[in-house]
């Protein structure tokens, strides 16, 4: 699904190769690819089990009936989706795991070439800056991509364990079909609304696989800042927890703007068309396309204005 680090035949430079020569498992890009399928098979099974196991525990009925359709109905309605809502925000919350292995991935991809002796041998080379640079970048990302398959994987299968929750399971266990029947009135009856709908849902879950790829292209960088510029690795470890914390906050301030102004757009555009269902959907769309330009420019100039810190680290060190 991603481009992997392989994609820009970087596999061809000889500092990438060494860098890798230990990470057997993604040594190549048909190797990464294979390890990411099976990562996903994996993770799809144990979260499907996770998720059964938890909700038949919880599954018990409000207590005025104990029919086996009630249960059934409890079942469907009740516990699988609240459970279903626990392993979604359980999901992103494995973000903050993979941007400390990400952090980690890159940490030490300068400072332990330095502290090894390898750095001015390197310098020697006909190397150019750029290109060492994306070079440990790429091999970061390699280190760091097993963390991302498993966060990636288990987004992947709570969409497909919601799509089943709450289409597919009441017309198994209980017969019912509305969720079909009602998709396919509101398809004949406002097409132009159930294709704004569709739209900003498919983007939304879109978003939400791919950030994490996003993330952790950003966060490798940041961790080759911190490599060049704090060379003892336990300080470069503590300040990979400083970074984490600073990009949460950066985030959460992002967002905290993000939402004020599209509430402030979405004020006088309910007013004049409050009875539009067409409208809100519409807006929804339009909200949802520019949270996703959002989250995208901010992985994209945290991973560029990192790069161009480390370049110019080494040029100022020479």
Do not use: C
Not at 88 to 103: R, W
Request: proline letters at 4%; zero cysteines; glycine letters at 6%.
């Amino acid at each position: 699904m991603y481009p992997t680090p392989y994609s820009n035949n970087m596999q061809r430079h000889p500092l990438f190769r060494y860098e890798i020569r230990r990470v057997r498992w993604g040594f190549s890009e048909v190797r990464i690819r294979s390890y990411s399928l099976r990562v996903f098979l994996t993770v799809s099974i144990i979260l499907f089990t996770v998720w059964l196991l938890l909700s038949l525990a919880f599954s018990t009925p409000p207590p005025y009936s104990y029919s086996q359709q009630s249960q059934a109905s409890w079942f469907v309605r009740g516990s699988g989706p609240q459970i279903l809502l626990l392993l979604i925000i359980a999901a992103i919350g494995v973000n903050l795991i993979l941007d400390f292995a990400s952090l980690l991935s890159g940490v030490n991809s300068i400072n332990g070439e330095i502290s090894a002796g390898r750095w001015d041998l390197l310098r020697l080379t006909a190397l150019r800056e750029d290109g060492i640079v994306n070079a440990k970048h790429a091999a970061a990302q390699v280190r760091g991509w097993r963390m991302l398959a498993v966060t990636v994987s288990i987004r992947i299968a709570t969409i497909i364990l919601g799509l089943f929750i709450f289409s597919f399971l009441p017309l198994i266990m209980l017969g019912d079909g509305s969720f079909f029947t009602g998709l396919s009135e509101t398809l004949v009856l406002e097409p132009f609304a159930m294709l704004f709908a569709f739209a900003a849902l498919v983007l939304t879950l879109a978003v939400y696989v791919i950030e994490p790829y996003w993330r952790m292209k950003a966060m490798t960088a940041l961790g080759l800042v911190i490599s060049s510029y704090v060379l003892n690795t336990p300080l470069a470890t503590l300040a990979s927890v400083g970074a984490i914390f600073a990009t949460w906050l950066a985030q959460t301030v992002i967002a905290a703007m993000l939402v004020f102004g599209l509430g402030f757009l979405l004020s006088p555009t309910l007013f004049l068309f409050s009875s539009s269902a067409t409208f809100g959907l519409f807006y929804m769309l339009v909200a949802a396309g520019v949270t996703a330009a959002t989250i995208y420019g901010f992985y994209t100039l945290l991973q560029n204005w990192s790069l161009r810190r480390v370049i110019a680290r080494i040029y100022k060190s020479n």
